[in-house]
C-alpha cells in the first residue's frame, strides 16, 4: 500500500471534506471572539450635594473579575474616603474552556483536512483512520455542547457583574442614601453574544459531520454490505 503523500483537493467537493474546512472556520469564530475581548464599562456617581463622580470598570478575558479594580488604592468619592475595592466575580473556567475547546477543534480540522487533502488513500484503505475521526468528531460535538452552555452562563455572570446593580452591590459608597450610582455606558458584548451563538453553531456541525465520518467507516460498509435472508418461496396451490 502506497503511503506517500499525493494532493488531491477532491474532497473538498464532498461533504466529508467540506465540513470540514466550515468547521476549522466556525472555530475560529468562536474562540476569537471570545479570546479577545476587551471592554469598559463607565460608572457615575451621583453626590449628594450635586457634584459627580466617574469610574472605569475595565474586564477582558478570561474574565476573572474578582482581580479587576473598581477602585485602585483608598480615594476620595464624594467627600468620603473610600478603600481599595474590586469587582465581583470569576467566569475564567468556563471563557477558557470554550476557547481550548475552540483551539482542540480548529488544530483537530487542520490536521483532519490535510489527511483529507493528501492521504485519503491511506485514511479509506484501513478501518482505523475513518473510526478514529468518528471516536475524536464525537467527542468534540459533546465538549462543544458542555463549553458552549458553561460559557453562555458564565458570560451572564459577566453581565450581571458589570451592570448597574452589580457594580451598586459592589461598591460600599453606593449603598450610602445621598450617593446613586449608575453604569451610564455600557461596553459593547456583541462579540461574546457571537461567541455563544458560534458555540452552539459549532456543536450541531460537528454533529452533522459526525454522519458523513461514520459513513467511511467498516460499521456503516457492514450494515449494508450483509442483506437479509431471502424469503423462502412459497409453491402456489394447485
Given at each position: 500500500m502506497m503511503t506517500g503523500f499525493?494532493?488531491?483537493l477532491s474532497p473538498l467537493k464532498e461533504p466529508l471534506g467540506f465540513v470540514k474546512l466550515v468547521e476549522w472556520l466556525t472555530a475560529i469564530f468562536a474562540f476569537g471572539t471570545c479570546g479577545g475581548f476587551s471592554?469598559?464599562?463607565i460608572v457615575s456617581l451621583f453626590c449628594g450635594d450635586g457634584r459627580n463622580e466617574t469610574l472605569n470598570a475595565n474586564f477582558n478575558y478570561p474574565f476573572r473579575l474578582s482581580d479587576v479594580p473598581l477602585i485602585n488604592e483608598n480615594t476620595t468619592?464624594?467627600?468620603r474616603s473610600?478603600?481599595?475595592t474590586h469587582m465581583v466575580g470569576d467566569s475564567t473556567s468556563s471563557a477558557e474552556f470554550f476557547v481550548g475547546v475552540g483551539i482542540i477543534c480548529f488544530l483537530y480540522s487542520m490536521a483532519a483536512l490535510l489527511v483529507y487533502l493528501g492521504y485519503m488513500h491511506v485514511y479509506k484503505d484501513s478501518d482505523f483512520g475513518p473510526i478514529?475521526?468518528?471516536a475524536i468528531t464525537a467527542i468534540l460535538v459533546f465538549l462543544w455542547l458542555v463549553c458552549s452552555s458553561a460559557w453562555a452562563k458564565g458570560l451572564q455572570n459577566v453581565k450581571d457583574a458589570t451592570d448597574t446593580e452589580g457594580i451598586s452591590g459592589?461598591?460600599?459608597l453606593c449603598k450610602g442614601n445621598n450617593v446613586t450610582c449608575e453604569v451610564t455606558e455600557f461596553?459593547?458584548?456583541r462579540a461574546l453574544n457571537i461567541s455563544v451563538v458560534f458555540g452552539f453553531l459549532n456543536m450541531f456541525i460537528w454533529a452533522?459531520?459526525?454522519w458523513f465520518v461514520y459513513k467511511e467507516t467498516r460499521w456503516h460498509a457492514q450494515k449494508f454490505s450483509h442483506p437479509g435472508p431471502a424469503r423462502q418461496q412459497v409453491p402456489a396451490p394447485i
Open positions: 499525493r494532493l488531491n471592554g469598559r464599562n468619592l464624594c467627600n473610600v478603600a481599595t478514529f475521526d468518528f459592589t461598591l460600599a461596553a459593547s458584548m452533522g459531520n459526525a
